[in-house]
């Protein structure tokens, strides 16, 4: 066959050649039919079955994380669940059934149409990327209404397997973790993507925002992923695959290289020391810091103590977690961030202040200004930690000098 390519954005470097693997889109597959007045109960039941085995499969995936696992990954499936659970997704689409007599696949696609939609009209590209997340979670209540699986199932070698699809969630990026997947490459997404993020973090060439590859490529096509210049190559020739195996074993090469030197000292010529820090979400993820030869932590998001629970950590809890972090590090520095809930990063607390724009509204330190007691017992477990190790405290989202004088008052 003629080889051709494609173009996207590459969002992790690396060469990878191998056989397509195509994930369906159940989106494509969803129809418009109507539902009889007297079934209008049972549809709205089915989808209310759906809605709770995403919640359930959500759940699990959390569950059977892998220490070693990107911090990312459980934080953006946190994120899918808060998404599942709000009521634009979770309820509308239940009022779509009933006064428009539908099935459950297009009421919940009709709505989630309008929330893209609205997502559309956000001027920030980061906000604005997060659309992609609604999709992802609608895909997956869709696949379970539509008696599709979520899982990925792959026949061939998977160090061989390329994957190839409309979008891939987070949640699915766990298979790339437990059975280490070439590439994949996406027809949607950006480069501040969820998907993009954990990419990068799982180390595997990667390409999203092709438009068309889903379309263009079949099951057990020959591609190849050039993740560096985001060029997907399909049907290569033999001539081209001798080209692009040169450049990968030299890709291969420079990576092993990179592994035996990374725990010696990053000096210039002229005498300058460079350092590299690691940002991490919960204590486990020092064993990776560690691994890796990181000069510290840079950054600790402390606010996934704080999400999925409906009560707030107490000193204790705080307190046994930084430690664990500081004395992990010895005399390295700890960075950790008080808690940056609001926006995507739900907690306890932002379910009891509700804010009418949370991305800029009451977040961040606002949000800890406005409740003293919580910010005080984390600033108390903080500094308990500091005989522990080298702490330093990062106040985030301070978008005045009166803000940081309140703040380094109650400090």
């Not at 085995?53 to 070693?68: C, G, M, T, Y």
């Not at 509700?354 to 606002?366: D, E, T």
Request: proline share 3%; net charge neutral; with cysteine.
């Amino acid at each position: 066959m003629t080889p051709f390519s494609l173009h996207g954005i590459g969002v992790s470097n690396g060469i990878a050649i191998g056989k397509a693997h195509l994930i369906s889109n159940a989106l494509l597959e969803v129809v418009q039919y109507d539902i009889d007045i007297k079934n209008i109960h049972c549809e709205v039941k089915r989808f209310e079955d759906a809605v709770n085995a995403v919640r359930i499969e959500l759940n699990k995936i959390k569950s059977q994380l892998p220490s070693d696992s990107p911090g990312e990954l459980g934080a953006f499936i946190d994120t899918h669940t808060m998404i599942l659970n709000d009521k634009s997704l979770s309820v509308l689409p239940k009022s779509i059934i009933e006064n428009e007599k539908c099935n459950a696949e297009w009421a919940i696609k009709k709505q989630m149409d309008s929330v893209v939609n609205q997502f559309d009209q956000i001027e920030d590209q980061y906000l604005r990327d997060r659309k992609q997340d609604v999709i992802q979670v609608v895909e997956r209540v869709i696949k379970i209404l539509l008696g599709h699986s979520n899982q990925i199932a792959v026949k061939n070698k998977e160090k061989l397997t390329i994957l190839v699809a409309h979008d891939i969630s987070p949640a699915d990026a766990l298979h790339f973790k437990n059975h280490k997947y070439a590439a994949f490459i996406t027809d949607g997404g950006g480069v501040t993507s969820h998907t993009a993020i954990l990419s990068r973090s799982l180390n595997i060439p990667s390409i999203v925002a092709l438009q068309n590859a889903r379309a263009l490529i079949r099951d057990n096509d020959l591609i190849i992923v050039d993740g560096t210049k985001g060029v997907v190559i399909i049907n290569p020739t033999q001539e081209i695959q001798k080209h692009y195996k040169k450049i990968q074993d030299s890709w291969d090469n420079e990576q092993e290289k990179l592994q035996r030197i990374k725990t010696k000292k990053s000096t210039t010529q002229d005498g300058i020391t460079i350092q590299l820090f690691a940002n991490i979400e919960v204590p486990n993820d020092i064993i990776s810091v560690n691994a890796s030869g990181a000069s510290g932590i840079g950054l600790f998001r402390t606010e996934f103590l704080f999400m999925n629970r409906q009560d707030m950590p107490d000193e204790e809890e705080q307190f046994q977690a930084y430690k664990k972090v500081a004395e992990a590090m010895g005399k390295k520095p700890v960075t950790i961030r008080t808690l940056d809930s609001g926006a995507d990063k739900q907690t306890a607390l932002d379910n009891k202040k509700l804010s009418p724009n949370p991305a800029l509204g009451l977040r961040a330190i606002r949000l800890c200004l406005s409740e003293p007691k919580v910010f005080m017992t984390q600033l108390r477990a903080i500094l308990r930690a500091s005989q522990f190790g080298n702490i330093k405290i990062l106040f985030p989202m301070l978008s005045s000098i009166n803000e940081l004088r309140q703040t380094k008052l109650i400090l």
